[in-house]
């Protein structure tokens, strides 16, 4: 963790996540302006409209937006929910987020209660860190007890209440409304859309739904305006964001910096190339999207424009660092039996189709692939692409046709000489275990 | 079938949730109780689905979508090492075989004694502390160096 960002700054040390902390830091200044100043719904929704504040979970949506759906005046229950399903192999943000600077998301998700007029609001904590599940419980106590949280918020008539909900080992809980069912008590199975949650929700109530950096940014926004949020980033591309760096640097973690930083910088920051070879690969946005050749990313700036126009997603902001040791039909394998184990197995072109371009990039890397497996490859995909309930099965295609794009002739040496292009003794020197300096 | 200090847990749960919707607390549940029980077998599945008014099937449903709930018996200590492509760029699968060369056993077994269960893990959001493994669900180990790992079985064989 390091930064001189927003979401990640003053973080250092033992008692920084606390209240009385964060609150030092500025913290629930945001909330007590709104409250104190009775600021409409509406405003609030334009300030993030000005901000240019786009979803961090990995699809990019523009959050005033999916905050203008909701139908406030909509009589009975509306609910928030916070995604911190993190699970998406790259990306560990929203878990350094939520150790280390908890109540800005709290603030933030309370604010956002606020302008939708939400009454109830859960957290979902991925289940592997259930370390950070209990910090987040305990800074859910501290604030209300402050009177933060809770029946009549800072004296005012306006009443939230939070609670963290711990997943238990499931990728797909991640997508929105499979992280919906998996709060009411079910098999995390995503839904048909339409409806959206913004009118069938949780319980069936209309409910929103954002990832944990994108509500960590929300008190921000609010104290300094929309527009001095914007003007941190680009244009389009508004604020700061964390990036996890991840794989073969010096300094893996995670690193807030503006929009709009080029990647060269961000390498750097992560402590550049772990024993200066060569960059041969980067996943710029957590493993669901495309493989982007090391040659291309070094002239990229990180920002949703920049990297999709390098053929990518800005995704999660999980930036995975490949170097020359690594064989990319074995990357690719890996990350394909990710999504063939994590496929609900709802739709058939998904539970089937992942299975199939497992085992089929496994032969590859086996020695035993065939001359027509990289059509076969592109077939299967084609086929699960836009044929399913929910984005995993495109999420487990692109990977695929992107490593075939791009390193097309890697797979050919495999399936001609039944042998990995990098020697094997090179990979094995490559993927050792990293001892920090 | 469950401890007094269980139910108290699960009843914190209930709590989170609207009174028409105890079905929420159920992942919780069934979590509280594979702490106290070490696994979940089918009795245990079938309290907690009865104690939260639900189907019992719906509670099976649960218990075998979700992959950190054990629906067979795992030794003392389950360890998890996460294997996924952003670890194994810094060792994931290296720590992987040391550990199960130590222990003597491959995935999804357990040590004769009953004391280790060594499972294969997907991203556990911590990639930038690879390797990465996680102590009986709850516990994550970061940065591990063959020291470490050493270290930590030494400390789990006394417990
Ligand atoms: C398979 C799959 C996994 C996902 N995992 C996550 C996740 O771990 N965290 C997250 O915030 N969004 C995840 N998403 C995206 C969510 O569905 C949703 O778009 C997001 O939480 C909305 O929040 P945002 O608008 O603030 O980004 C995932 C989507 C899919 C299809
Ligand atoms: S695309 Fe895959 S993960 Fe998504 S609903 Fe269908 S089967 Fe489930
Ligand atoms: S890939 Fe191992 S924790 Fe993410």
Redesign the interface.
Known sequence: MSGSGLILAGVDGDRAWGLQDYVARGGYSALRKVISEKIPPETIIAELKASSLRGRGGAGFPTGLKWSFMPRSFPG?KYLACNSD???????K??DILRYNPHTVIEGMTIAAYAMGCE?G?NYI??????VYERFEAALAEARAAGLLGQNILGSDFSFEL?????????ICGEETALLE???????QPRFKPPFPASYGL?GKPTTINNTETFASVPFIINMGGEAFLNLGKANNGGTKLF?????VNR???YEVAMGTPFAELLEMAGGMRGGRKLKAVIPGG?SAPVVPGNVMMDCTMDYDSISKAGSMLGSG?V???DET?CMVK?LE??SY?YF??SCGQCTPCREGTGWLYRVVHRIENGLGRKDDLDLLNSVTGNIMGRTICALGDAASMPVQSFVKHFGSEFEYHIENKKCLVPPEVQYE???????P | MLSQESLQQIDREIA???PE?K??????A??IAQVEKGWLPKEVIEFVASY?G?PAI?AY??AS?????DLEPVGRHKITVC?????????G???AD?LKEKLGIDFNETTPDGKFTLKE???????????VL?VN????CS????EKIDQILAELEDK
């Open positions: 229950a993190e699970g998406e192999p790259g990306t560990f929203d878990r109830r859960y991925h289940g592997e860190i259930f370390e609670f963290a909900h711990h997943g238990y080992g499931a990728y998996s709060i009411e008590g079910k098999k995390g319980y996890s760096v991840s794989g073969h893996p973690g995670n493993s999980a995975i660092v490949m690594t990357a890996r990350l990710f184990e994590e490559g993927s050792q275990i990293y001892v920090r | 989170k949730y609207p919707q079905q929420s607390a159920a992942m919780s069934l979590r939260l639900m719906a449903e649960v979508f979700y992959n950190m709930y294997t996924n492509l952003p670890c194994a760029l810094s060792g699968v290296h720590a040391y893990g997907e991203c556990m959001g911590a990639c930038g502390d690879a390797p996680l669900n709850h516990h994550m940065w591990m160096t063959k």
